[in-house]
């Protein structure tokens, strides 16, 4: 069965739960949004110590090359 909700009536519902439960809810959503955001956190610094690696090799592009691959 699928059905829809509001947001205020989401919200009716979050704000009638004990307050045990709203920290139960709030720490999975805080693991849920970790969990979406750290692996494009991982890819950045993966990127940007590879950056410095070719950098330090003396493995550097021209700025116009750079501009084109943004």
Known sequence: MNGTISMDGLWT??????????KW???KLQRSL???VA???KE????I???????KAGETLPL?????QL
């Open 13 to 22: 519902i979050v704000d009638s739960l004990s307050l045990k439960n709203k």
């Open 25 to 27: 809810l709030a720490d």
């Open 34 to 36: 970790t969990d979406a």
């Open 39 to 41: 692996p494009k956190e």
């Open 44 to 47: 950045i610094l993966s990127g």
């Open 49 to 55: 110590k590879q950056s410095m690696k070719q950098a």
């Open 64 to 68: 116009d090359t750079l501009w084109d």
